[in-house]
């Protein structure tokens, strides 16, 4: 059977820390827009629990699923996850390094 996509737990953690140390800050003098926010986190912190639920209920059935970091990239056979958008690094290309030949890092 196909594994079952899901998106990665720190996908929840990010917008999670955004939300509560950012955006919160942000919305500190309207009330309403900060109750909004702090709706959005509890939404939020709601979905990734259901989310453990699902995999714990994938567990019990031996249902395969596996974590996706983009809806752009596929997972190759040797189980490597790959962008596909993304242009391929000279590394990727040619075995080199590209830091070596002066690229940029990002």
Request: aromatic share 4%; with cysteine; charged share 25%.
């Amino acid at each position: 059977m196909e594994q079952i996509p899901l998106p990665s737990h720190i996908h929840y953690e990010l917008l999670l820390q955004l939300l509560e140390r950012q955006s919160l800050f942000a919305a500190n003098q309207t009330p309403a827009v900060r109750e909004q926010i702090q709706q959005l986190i509890i939404t939020l912190r709601k979905a990734l629990a259901q989310q453990k639920q699902l995999e714990a209920t994938c567990d019990r059935a031996n249902l395969p699923y596996e974590y996706h970091w983009s809806l752009n990239s596929i997972v190759v056979k040797s189980g490597t996850e790959v962008d596909i958008l993304s242009k391929p690094n000279k590394r990727e290309v040619a075995g080199k390094d590209e830091l070596s030949e002066g690229g940029n890092c990002l």
